[in-house]
């Protein structure tokens, strides 16, 4: 069983920080593209970044600029740097993980239960 737990949420005014990490934990061999997506109500959940397991990175572009994405390889570890918040960053945030359980058995996604990011006016 491989879980994801997001932390850092909050609510935050409009030009300000947070910082969301995902620690992922269970039994696997290899954890591949882990990545951020987020919801708005009303919306379809949305990429917002994405860290391959060679450090590759790529950005939606409403974020491009303002996040920034971070992996600790040793501790399962995958950190959002979210600056100059905006209210139209309001949203659930996922983590999201592509793990191999064993060698040779093929990536799977995984998911976190979330996490609200609320950015105020």
């Known amino acids: 069983q491989v879980q994801l737990m997001e932390s850092g949420g909050g609510l935050v005014q409009a030009g300000g920080s947070l910082r969301l990490s995902c620690a992922a934990s269970?039994?696997?061999?290899?954890?591949?593209?882990m990545a951020w997506y987020r919801q708005a109500p009303g919306k379809e959940r949305e990429l917002v970044a994405a860290i391959t397991s060679g450090g590759a990175r790529n950005f939606a572009g409403a974020v491009k600029g303002r996040f920034t994405i971070d992996r600790d390889y040793a501790e399962n570890m995958m950190y959002l740097q979210m600056t100059n918040l905006k209210p139209e960053d309001t949203a659930d945030y996922y983590c999201n993980a592509h793990v191999q359980t064993r060698g040779c058995s093929p990536y799977f996604p995984v998911w976190g239960q979330g996490t609200q990011v609320t950015v105020s006016s």
């Open positions: 269970g039994r696997f061999r290899h954890v591949g593209t």
